[in-house]
């Protein structure tokens, strides 16, 4: 449980892919509008644009690479929230509420149940 396995989860480009080359996700790059200023010819509003267009296929690039990291990430979590509840580690009750709340939005713990009042 505290070995850290291999990613199984591989980001290239916009691309999210398994080990084995399965594609599992496409991250889309949210280009900005298009807006032709007056007198502008159509090469100078793309040479306008180069740079908000690099950013966006930036983002989705690192959007990519997040998504990839995500299994990762969580795996570890649980390996964290496993050692405090075994008493190996000491987590103030802020942060343990921070890592519960990411893990049941994941999908890895069960809410808790509220009993009758």
């Known amino acids: 449980m ?7 989860l591989v980001a290239n480009n916009e691309r999210v892919r398994l080990e084995d080359g399965t594609l599992i996700a496409t991250v889309w790059t949210q280009y900005p509008e298009r807006e032709q200023l007056v007198g502008e010819s159509w090469m100078q509003m793309m ?4 740079p908000a267009k690099s950013a966006a296929e930036a983002m989705a690039v ?6 990839a990291a995500a299994n990762d990430a969580l795996m570890v979590l649980e390996m964290l ?12 009750s802020g942060l343990r509420l921070s890592i519960d ?8 713990k069960e809410a808790p ?4 009042e």
């Open 2 to 8: 505290n070995e850290i396995k291999n990613t199984t």
């Open 47 to 50: 040479e306008r644009m180069q």
């Open 62 to 67: 690192q959007r990519a690479k997040e998504f």
């Open 81 to 92: 929230a496993a050692d405090a509840d075994a008493g190996k580690v000491m987590i103030p």
């Open 101 to 108: 709340a990411a893990l049941i939005k994941a999908g890895r």
């Open 113 to 116: 149940v509220r009993t009758g």
